[in-house]
């Protein structure tokens, strides 16, 4: 069981939370061979015209796919960065025009979920509630694009995607959290210049590690090369690492993942009485017992007195749906693994942890007590892979043959040299950019149903940041009712499209763009 959990905690966009973990090497040391030219000429790219209906309105755009060539100071190429590009076509001042650069996270993730799933002019076919359909998978034209207020770059991180470290240099200096800052803040700065968009209002949107990414990224771009941002969006936020590893001596993961696990309950018909009526209301009385009472009992450990104990495990059942006896045999303590398996425990089933709405045969159920996987990752990873492999030879014409890495170990262990001994949190490193750019406005998505990146982390982390009240407002936060990548649900697409352009109104206003 201990084997099964170390690779279902490494799946999609989970997050390695503690620096020096010990982990496999990876196997490559210079890249894939394959990947790139290696002399200092640039690759050539494939620039495809297209068109795309977004709210009713026919856009048209220019894709350029393919690779920018990282250097060191001695014209040396470090990496070949793989990315693709949409520049809406018919602009009087295409300089003027806003611009967002888009990754995901992992560590190890290619930019392929936020690209086909809800900001790209192309996105997966799946079902309304975001579950997969049956394979050959399909990919259709966005109607929620972005692309029609906001020009559009897709980056690939190196080691994921068609993304690698030039020949005979070390992919290793790539795969940690400053390397990693280092070398996307470089193609930033570099695809910028080249293509003379200085002058346009600059974004950020990352999701889940990609969040991690944007904050870290947010003051370094302004250290380093005096780029300025307008906005920043954070999709499933994880700033503050403190907030979401479950290790000993540290409580805090335990009172901030109850809310999302009072969310899976209620969906699953685990809920009873007042509690099973009304979502927003019982979360409302979760997120009151998880920061007074039950942070009051756990803060007492050892010490907590019977009758206090008593209280705290009832309320803790009546919130998550699991037993009275299993919440006292885990010491009110209940970890992501364990909420996972435990709420359907008594129907073979188990409870998806990027989106707690999809349910998977539990390991066990067939007999052979192996296949641990998450059902919610499963429901998403064949479709995205199979569309984008067709996508970008049939409609973006570029051709590779090498595999699309999706989300990659190859870049484990991934390095947090940088915090040795503590907890990584960039939502300092974002309040240092918010104060000398208070111009900076921060969205930040949630889903309820998220147990990867849970939106009291989220609350817990933005409420701790300190950030002056004139700049306090700059943040906003929306909800969703669905999981990590909660535009695979439609009606939340819908809302988040809808927040979207709100955002960028507010943001842009006064900058003489819209």
């Known amino acids: 069981m201990k084997i099964l959990r170390s690779l279902w905690w490494l799946a999609l966009l989970s997050i390695s939370l503690l620096p020096g973990r010990a ?36 856009i048209k755009y220019k894709a350029t796919a393919g690779y920018l060539v990282l250097k060191d100071d001695k014209d040396k190429p470090r990496a070949n960065i793989f990315f693709v590009a949409y520049t809406k076509t018919d602009e009087a001042d295409a300089a003027k025009r806003p611009l967002m650069f888009s990754f995901n996270g992992g560590p190890g993730s290619a930019s392929i979920w936020l690209h086909m799933g809800a900001l790209g002019p192309k996105r997966v076919v799946m079902t309304d509630k975001g579950e997969s359909l049956p394979p050959p998978y399909k990919w259709q034209d966005n109607e929620f694009s972005w692309l029609d207020e906001t020009d559009l770059v897709f980056i690939d991180p190196v080691t994921t995607g068609y993304s690698r470290a030039a020949k005979d240099v070390d992919a290793k200096q790539f795969h940690g959290f400053t390397g990693d800052i280092e070398s996307v803040a470089d193609f930033i700065r570099l695809w910028t210049t080249r293509n003379q968009r200085w002058a346009s209002p600059k974004f950020l949107v990352g999701e889940s590690y990609g969040t991690t990414r944007a904050a870290g990224l947010s003051d370094y771009l302004q250290q380093k090369y005096t780029l300025y941002l307008n906005g920043i969006v954070l999709i499933s936020s994880i700033m503050n690492f403190e907030t979401a590893r479950f290790t000993p001596g540290n409580d805090l993961p335990y009172q901030l993942f109850l809310p999302t696990y009072t969310a899976a309950a209620f969906y699953h018909g685990k809920l009873k009485g007042d509690y099973a009526k009304d979502l927003p209301t019982t979360l409302a009385r979760a997120k009151e017992f998880a920061a007074k009472d039950y942070t009051l009992a756990l803060m007492q450990g050892d010490g907590l007195s019977t009758a206090d104990r008593d209280k705290t495990v009832k309320e803790l059942s009546a919130l998550t749906g699991l037993s009275p006896d299993y919440v006292r045999k885990q010491n009110l303590r209940v970890s992501i693994f364990q909420f996972v398996t435990e709420l359907r425990k008594d129907e073979d089933r188990t409870v998806g942890r990027l989106d707690s709405r999809f349910t998977g045969i539990a390991p066990g159920a067939s007999g052979d007590g192996d296949g641990f996987f998450d059902p919610s990752l499963e429901a998403i990873n064949g479709g995205y892979t199979n569309a984008f492999n067709d996508y970008a030879r049939r409609d973006l014409k570029y051709e590779n043959d090498l595999s699309y890495d999706i989300l990659t170990a190859n870049v484990q262990p991934w390095s947090y040299a940088n915090v040795q001994n503590q907890y990584l949190n960039v939502a300092q490193t974002l309040k240092s950019a918010m104060t000398k750019n208070p111009f900076l406005k921060v969205w930040i998505a949630n889903g309820y149903y998220d147990l990867a990146t849970p939106f009291f982390a989220t609350e817990y982390t933005v409420k701790h940041m300190g950030l002056d009240p004139a700049v306090r407002n700059n943040i906003k936060l929306t909800y969703y009712e669905a999981g990590h990548m909660m535009y695979i649900h439609m009606d939340s697409m819908k809302k988040l499209k809808a927040d979207f352009s709100a955002y960028m109104a507010e943001t842009l206003k006064g900058a003489g763009v819209r």
Request: net charge negative; aromatic share 0%; glycine share 8%.
């Open 23 to 58: 982990e496999e090497e990876p196997k490559e040391k210079g890249g894939d061979k394959a990947a790139a030219p290696a002399d200092a000429k640039e690759p050539k790219l494939s620039v495809t015209e297209h068109e795309v209906t977004i709210n009713g309105k026919l």
